[in-house]
């Protein structure tokens, strides 16, 4: 065998060049990690999750989105007339100049902007009702040019909705209504009008919060940050995929001006405005016809629930529930097969159910579940109803002091003094401790308790006795039905 002999300088060098050392794969690792981060470096100046660019969306709904402008006839201001002594040689001149004068200015025009939103290729256009409303004339311009007059199929001042209508000799571009339910906490959004006269433009930002409420019954906005101003009112509020989630309405600003705090009338409520202002030229809400509240810790411990969950009835007048069986105190949990969460969601749910339907409506009475079948009226044809109970023979008047109340039953001189009807039936209170729980929880004198722990109370004693069995049946507390000027409500009072 021949001896092994150390390598040639020659083959060293050639095994060098094909296998690099350690310092240089480092330095490819290097320079690779440096394009990598260069090329990531354009979308850093992006928020976290955003596209790069919101001009695809735009292109792809802004031709649907529309600027209105409203004319409306108002009185106009006139100056003081000057004063002329009776019997002046210039005092008919005076009178005939001046008549002649605010003759001409009686009246002037007033002009309004906002916002909507072509929602059919036929040209119905949602807005705001209060941008439209009592406008003598209504214009909207179109984003891709052109002019055109529209006229108002309805109008729904609760939800503050108009649907207009212009004539179009061409099939307008449209958009569609989107799923706000489906919409997050946290979601991109897009606003588009006209704010503050400027035209057409865009404003981005997320949604802040879901399901505010700002004054009205069927209130259900989305807040954004999106900037929203004057003159965006009536229009509408995208997600990410082009579809309208919500109505631009109303904004939080200490100056007029947008500081981030916008609200749109979710798309679920307005929606189904639309469909009946669509179809009836109004709306025809779902009826009920109870009172109720909602269902607060106390109230649940008081009726031994399981949690604070549903809508407390506080009275049931003349109506579809009453013709169903529902009573006072009746707790309602579900609705057309929909657990009912609060007040807010039966209301909503209640509105949004075709009228002249028969819905089951399971209620907790006594502790256990009972379902009614309530063939609901129409909302708008009932309000303002109001119908009484029937009347009770009275007992002798007394006073005593209980759970920081001092009552006396209700007699006819009670009645004719506080202007009462004569089917009211319970106990006055005719003071409250001003320590008390009661007073803190705004009892005050002339509130009349019609029932303690669902059960009516026209005696002293009857409210005796209900506490007792409260302390008894180991409660720390017992349910009140207070009325103050024919309005119910429950309350809870300790009884330890």
Known sequence: ?????????????????????????????????????????????QPLGAPPSFADLVEKVSGAVVNITTSTTVAARTGPRPFVPPGSPFEEFFRDFLDRQQGEQRQRRSQALGSGFVISEDGFIVTNN?????????????????????????????????????????????????????????????????????????????????????????????????????????GPLFNMAGEVIGVNTAILSP?????????????????QVVDQLRTFGETRRGWLGVRIQDVTPEIAEALGLARATGALVTDVPEGPA?????????VIVNFDGFDVTDTRDLVRRV??????KTVRVVVLRDGRTQTLRVTLGRRELAEGEARP?????QPEPAERLLLGLTVTALTPKLREELRLPANVEGLLITAVDEASEAWAKNLRPGDIITEAGQQRVTRIADLEARIAEAREAGRRSLLLLVRRGGEPRFVALAVD
């Open 389 to 393: 109970a029937a009347a009770q023979p």
């Open 322 to 330: 009453a013709e169903a069986g529902m009573m006072a105190g009746d």
């Open 130 to 234: 209060h941008v439209i409303e009592g406008a003598d004339e209504i214009r909207v311009e179109f984003y891709g040019g052109g002019e055109m007059n529209a006229k108002v199929v309805g109008t729904d001042p609760r939800t503050d909705i108009a649907l207009l209508k212009v004539e179009s000799p061409r099939p307008l571009p449209f958009v569609a209504f989107g799923d706000s339910e489906r919409a997050r906490v946290g979601d991109w959004v897009m606003a588009i009008g006209n704010p503050l006269g400027q035209g057409f433009s865009v404003s981005v930002g997320i949604i802040s919060a879901r399901g505010r409420a700002l004054q009205g019954t069927y209130d259900d906005y989305i807040q954004t940050d999106a900037a929203i101003n004057r003159g965006n009112s009536g």
């Open 351 to 356: 509105a949004n159910t075709e009228v002249g």
């Open 255 to 271: 100056t007029g001006g947008s500081i981030g705090i916008g609200f749109a009338m979710s798309s679920a409520v307005v929606s």
């Open 1 to 45: 065998m021949r001896p092994h002999s150390a390598p040639s300088r020659a083959r060293v060098a050639a095994r060098a060049r094909r296998a690099p050392g350690i310092p240089e794969i480092l330095l490819i690792l290097l320079v690779a990690v440096a394009l990598m981060v260069a090329q990531a470096a354009p979308l850093r100046s």
